[in-house]
């Protein structure tokens, strides 16, 4: 019965055409996409440039310094709530299985 | 079960190389799957084709982060199934049901019964949202439940337990059915 | 005669000290590396997480979410969480020696087994719980299927009506878990 039944969905559930015009509708909508984006921005005189560029990093490394810890933090809290999140699903379908087995083994008592 | 449809190494290094006839290429091959996704999970033929037209305009912007033909599929499989899970959790009233229209190009150059595949078909339909998705992705697109499990971001045990549940629930749906159809003389 | 006595209860006590110092809190098994498993699987999910990993992780979740103050509400009376979990490509060796290293320590009174189940697909899952003064405060799980084993112990107040709200949540399946059973 189960392998009928994959068969089965695997006849039904072949992948259907979408007719004439998706491709045509994504290449139109892909060029129009294109055609909305900004073009490079205008370029600018090389000492400002320089300047926003030492201005930028001088930030970001200060900034970056002082949340490294919070980052780190984060991190390992963000792995840890991954981890519960996994072992209360592993957890949950295995007391389903259970439940399934315990619940129609009732049935089938119940029935007969 | 999905046509190998991969696009070789060659297609992708000329999409990558920002040939346009060459991404077409690669949305005519890619368009059943995710067309048929996007239709199985929305339950509407116009949805569906929105969906799958963001899907590929959304790979389009993202052809950088693509790393092989096999990565692709597996990416517009991911990307698909993931909008419409989110998209029907937005839209919870979304009707899920008149896939009768797409009946008459699924049966093609099929031998199984055709009424069992109809009510396959509106069986899968019922399932919840993500459960859908994991059935649809396992037996339209073939793929293993490890792929499955990083398609969806779930974990393996909650994909087997979905296909385990949903599969149980497609048998009881048919066995119903054919109860119901000897109870009722035709 | 006296002092022999005396000698004897000193070292049964220091040997029950030793071995509670060892065991962790009740409902803590000492879980066995798996070794045999650890190679062949082609996937595994090695999970520990003590009370100070539980309580940083908890913090992380979203009170404003549901499913995730659900599980904020289950996480709050434990004390730990360890899963060992490992699929397979192929039918595997089932981990005789490790398991009944395990089922050893699940003896009577302060493990008491819940159920049993073998089904018709090889899904076997045993589960038990371990109780002090008509309270759970330990909840362990081995399951097994031809291509997959899993233990799971749970440390600590288990409220299985909680466990039971996380149904639907996080992909966790509907459950309609018989507390009871």
């Known amino acids: 019965m189960s392998n009928d039944l994959d068969a089965s969905l695997r006849a039904a559930l072949r992948p259907v055409d979408p007719g004439e015009g998706l491709t045509q509708k994504v290449l139109a909508a892909i060029e129009q996409d294109t055609a909305g984006q900004p073009g490079p921005p205008p370029a600018r005189q090389s000492g400002w440039r320089w300047a926003s560029v030492a201005l930028t990093v001088a930030l970001l490394l200060g900034l970056g310094t002082?949340?490294?810890?919070?980052?780190?933090?984060?991190?390992?809290?963000?792995?840890?709530?991954?981890q519960l999140i996994e072992a209360l699903q592993v957890t949950s379908a295995k007391l389903d299985v259970a439940y399934r087995v315990v619940n129609d083994e009732e049935k089938t008592e119940n029935g007969s | 079960m999905s046509q190998p449809s991969e696009p070789s190494e060659e297609l992708l290094s000329r999409v990558l190389a920002g040939e346009a006839p060459a991404f077409a290429e690669v949305v005519r091959l890619q368009q059943r799957s995710v067309y048929s996704l996007a239709l199985r999970m929305l339950g509407?033929?116009?949805?569906a084709e929105d969906l799958a037209q963001e899907v590929f305009l959304q790979l389009h912007r993202?052809?950088?982060?693509?790393?092989?033909?096999?990565?692709?599929?597996?990416?517009?499989?991911?990307?698909?199934?993931?909008?419409?899970?989110?998209?029907?959790?937005?839209?919870?009233?979304?009707?899920?049901?008149?896939l009768e229209a797409a009946d008459g190009v699924a049966d093609e150059g099929s031998d199984a019964d055709p009424i069992l595949r109809r009510r396959l078909r509106?069986?899968?339909?019922?399932?919840?949202?993500?459960?859908?998705?994991?059935?649809?992705l396992r037996y339209q697109e073939d793929l293993d439940p490890t792929d499955i499990a990083r398609a969806l971001n779930m974990s393996i045990h909650t994909v087997k337990s979905h296909l385990k549940r949903s599969l149980a629930a497609l048998r009881k749906g048919i066995e119903a059915a054919a109860q119901d159809e000897l109870r009722s003389p035709t | 005669m006296k002092r022999q006595a005396y000698l004897a209860i000193l070292a049964a006590a220091l040997l029950l000290a030793t071995r509670l110092a060892s065991a962790g809190p009740p409902g803590q098994l000492q879980l066995p590396s798996f070794d045999s498993l650890t190679g062949?699987?082609?996937?595994?999910?090695?999970?520990?997480?003590?009370?100070?990993?539980?309580?940083?992780?908890?913090?992380?979740?979203?009170?404003?979410?549901?499913?995730e103050a659900a599980a904020r509400q289950v996480v709050s009376g434990l004390q730990g969480i360890y899963v060992r979990s490992y699929t397979f490509n192929k039918d595997f060796a089932y981990p005789t020696a490790e398991v009944e290293a395990v089922r050893k320590q699940l003896v009577p009174p302060t493990w008491q087994r819940l159920v049993q189940v073998r089904s018709k697909d090889q899904d076997n899952v045993d589960i038990y719980i371990s109780a002090d003064r008509g309270r759970a405060n330990g909840l362990v799980i081995i399951a097994s299927d031809p291509r997959e084993f899993t233990i799971v112990n749970i440390v600590g107040s288990i409220d299985l009506q909680k466990l039971h709200q996380l149904e639907g949540k996080f992909g966790v399946p509907k459950l309609q878990l018989s507390v009871g059973k």
């Open chain 1, 66 to 82: 002082a949340h490294q810890w919070q980052v780190r933090r984060q991190e390992r809290g963000l792995e840890a709530r991954r």
């Open chain 2, 62 to 98: 993202n052809l950088a982060t693509i790393e092989s033909g096999r990565h692709l599929e597996f990416w517009l499989r991911k990307v698909t199934a993931n909008r419409a899970i989110d998209r029907l959790r937005r839209e919870p009233r979304v009707e899920t049901l008149p």
């Open chain 2, 122 to 136: 509106a069986l899968v339909a019922r399932l919840p949202p993500a459960p859908r998705a994991v059935v649809l």
């Open chain 2, 44 to 47: 509407d033929r116009q949805k």
């Open chain 3, 40 to 67: 062949k699987s082609s996937q595994s999910v090695n999970i520990t997480l003590d009370s100070t990993l539980l309580g940083l992780a908890a913090s992380f979740l979203d009170s404003n979410k549901p499913e």
